[in-house]
């Protein structure tokens, strides 16, 4: 594998548990459902904290789909939307007006009785088509062995010393378009001065930085110390620490960005019942401490976070002030400008 091929190629994999001799509680006759997520330790804990408790309720197994980004997935959506062959799908709350947008997400019914935990999730973690189950703040991660004067900003990430040191997401990221108004930001324009944005990239790409696909390579660069900074999310400071690895996290003095992850029901499912009482387990307050377990995410709903440790409460949780100064930004603005933002993307990193 060359240095820098951080691609990593999944396949399709069923990863849940085998059927525990329950009889389907549901209308619509599955033996299975199909879900498209992300693969790596997402995919596996996903199936193990979610799909099995999912199957021994049900006696509905859960394959996953793990070989697709979050704008491909949308696209395999609509692509089979006459006869639609997933049940649900896993989004990040970039792309979540995109999906809404072309139309391939069913509404979530706050009514439905297999839906109980919806109301429990406050709204700005949700919307028609889409709820969150984790949340964490992307900010800047580096090596304090490797790194001589610990970053403050966003800004600092363009320091030459770091010159083929900084992992950063490559475009097909889930956060990867973030780094055109976090380039905006360093340059002390406003979040959406695109032409700021990516005048800053042109600059970062001249120092060669490492580009990942997917999280697990931002954390793997960190770990095996082929990278000394980077961007990442709070959360996954600590994952790279007990991986070995030294770490440490700022909250950059422009903010945070937030980070939502979560599910939705693909629009024409099959098995509509049995994806509502999925998407309930991944907001279950009895389940859903997992991600805190884990990941040191956030869990959405927030009797989920009541149930957890003061030492998890401490990790995933944000201080009044920096809870101020965490930045949502315009998807809605970001997801229209997209496909342009990914063209103009390959053009810089390619030499264009």
Same mark, same amino acid.
């Given at each position: 594998?060359?240095?820098?091929?951080?691609?990593?190629?999944?396949?399709?994999?069923?990863?849940?548990?085998?059927?525990?001799?329950?009889?389907?509680?549901?209308?619509?006759?599955?033996?299975?459902?199909?879900?498209?997520?992300?693969?790596?330790?997402?995919?596996?804990?996903?199936?193990?904290?979610?799909?099995?408790?999912?199957?021994?309720?049900?006696?509905?197994?859960?394959?996953?789909?793990?070989?697709?980004?979050?704008?491909?997935?949308?696209?395999?959506?609509? %692509?089979? @939307?006459?006869?639609?062959?997933? $049940? *649900?799908?896993?989004?990040?709350? #970039?792309?979540?007006? &995109?999906? !809404?947008?072309?139309?391939?997400?069913?509404?979530?019914?706050?009514?439905?009785?297999?839906?109980?935990?919806?109301?429990?999730?406050?709204?700005?973690?949700?919307?028609?088509?889409?709820?969150?189950?984790?949340?964490?703040?992307?900010?800047?991660?580096?090596?304090?062995?490797?790194?001589?004067?610990?970053?403050?900003?966003?800004?600092?990430?363009?320091?030459?010393?770091?010159?083929?040191?900084?992992?950063?997401?490559?475009?097909?990221?889930?956060?990867?378009?973030?780094?055109?108004? %976090?380039? @905006?930001?360093?340059?002390?324009? $406003? *979040?959406?001065?695109?032409?700021? #944005?990516?005048?800053? &990239?042109? !600059?970062?790409?001249?120092?060669?930085?490492?580009?990942?696909?997917?999280?697990?390579?931002?954390?793997?660069?960190?770990?095996?110390?082929?990278?000394?900074?980077?961007?990442?999310?709070?959360?996954?400071?600590?994952?790279?620490?007990?991986?070995?690895?030294?770490?440490?996290?700022?909250?950059?003095?422009?903010?945070?960005?937030?980070?939502?992850?979560?599910?939705?029901?693909?629009?024409?499912?099959?098995?509509?019942?049995?994806?509502?009482?999925?998407?309930?387990?991944?907001?279950?307050?009895?389940?859903?401490?997992?991600?805190?377990?884990?990941?040191?995410?956030?869990?959405?709903?927030?009797?989920?976070?009541?149930?957890?440790?003061?030492?998890?409460?401490?990790?995933?949780?944000?201080?009044?002030?920096?809870?101020?100064?965490?930045?949502?930004?315009?998807?809605?603005?970001?997801?229209?400008?997209?496909?342009?933002?990914?063209?103009?993307?390959?053009?810089?990193?390619?030499?264009?």
């Amino acid at each position: 594998m060359k240095r820098r091929d951080f691609l990593k190629l999944a396949g399709s994999t069923a990863l849940a548990s085998p059927f525990l001799g329950a009889a389907p509680v549901f209308a619509q006759d599955a033996s299975s459902i199909s879900m498209m997520t992300w693969g790596g330790l997402w995919g596996s804990s996903m199936a193990k904290r979610v799909g099995e408790p999912f199957t021994a309720k049900t006696g509905i197994s859960v394959v996953q789909d793990t070989g697709s980004s979050p704008v491909e997935r949308i696209t395999k959506l609509k %692509i089979s @939307a006459g006869d639609q062959m997933y $049940d *649900l799908v896993q989004l990040h709350d #970039g792309v979540v007006p &995109l999906a !809404e947008a072309q139309g391939v997400l069913e509404t979530l019914d706050p009514a439905s009785p297999r839906l109980s935990n919806l109301a429990a999730v406050p709204d700005r973690f949700k919307s028609d088509g889409w709820v969150a189950m984790i949340y964490s703040a992307l900010g800047i991660i580096y090596n304090p062995d490797m790194v001589k004067t610990p970053p403050t900003s966003f800004a600092d990430l363009w320091n030459e010393e770091y010159a083929g040191r900084i992992v950063l997401p490559d475009i097909n990221h889930s956060i990867g378009p973030y780094i055109v108004p %976090i380039g @905006a930001l360093a340059a002390g324009k $406003d *979040l959406k001065d695109a032409d700021a #944005g990516f005048e800053k &990239l042109r !600059e970062l790409a001249a120092l060669d930085p490492i580009w990942a696909r997917d999280t697990d390579s931002i954390m793997g660069a960190l770990t095996s110390g082929e990278a000394a900074i980077g961007l990442l999310y709070k959360s996954q400071t600590y994952t790279v620490r007990e991986k070995g690895a030294k770490a440490e996290w700022v909250f950059p003095k422009e903010g945070a960005i937030a980070y939502m992850s979560g599910t939705s029901i693909a629009k024409g499912s099959k098995h509509l019942e049995a994806a509502e009482t999925y998407v309930n387990m991944t907001i279950d307050p009895d389940i859903q401490g997992w991600v805190a377990e884990v990941y040191n995410y956030a869990p959405t709903n927030p009797q989920a976070l009541a149930k957890l440790s003061p030492e998890l409460q401490e990790r995933v949780q944000f201080t009044p002030e920096q809870n101020d100064r965490i930045i949502a930004l315009d998807q809605d603005y970001m997801s229209q400008n997209r496909a342009d933002w990914t063209d103009r993307w390959n053009r810089i990193i390619a030499g264009g």
